[in-house]
């Protein structure tokens, strides 16, 4: 079993950023692509960014790109998600997820892709 632990969410004005943290539990982290994914009220659950498990590659949604960086650290089994310029549009419960092995690129951008989630953490953008 995996286990999947988000934090960092919180409050944060317009423009302003935060730091999202997923730590992992066992040594099931760094052999697979780790994504993130947010869910907005009344919103279906979409993609934000993935790496692949060497942290060589990301991917990232058009509407996060340029402001969200994502990486990871194997050794710590954590991974990240530096968020800058924040717009209110940002505000959803952040998750982030554990990609299904032999996960292609592809199948990276949507939910089916993956196979542990964790619990989610809040980010709220007031204007």
């Known amino acids: 079993q995996v286990h999947l632990v988000e934090s960092g969410g919180g409050l944060v004005q317009d423009g302003g950023s935060l730091r999202l943290s997923c730590a992992a539990s066992g040594r099931t982290f760094s052999g697979y692509a780790m994504g993130w994914f947010r869910e907005a009220p009344g919103k279906e659950r979409e993609f934000v960014a993935a790496?692949?498990?060497?942290?060589?590659?990301?991917y990232y949604s058009d509407s996060v790109k340029g402001r969200f960086a994502i990486s990871r650290d194997n050794a710590k089994n954590t991974m990240y998600l530096q968020m800058n310029s924040l717009k209110p549009e940002d505000t959803a419960v952040y998750y982030c997820?554990?990609?299904?092995?032999?996960?292609?690129?592809?199948?990276?951008?949507?939910?089916?892709?993956?196979?542990?989630w964790g619990q989610g953490t809040q980010v709220t953008v007031s204007s």
């Open positions: 997820a554990r990609a299904r092995a032999l996960a292609r690129v592809p199948d990276l951008q949507g939910t089916g892709g993956y196979d542990y």
């Open positions: 790496i692949t498990y060497t942290g060589g590659r990301t």
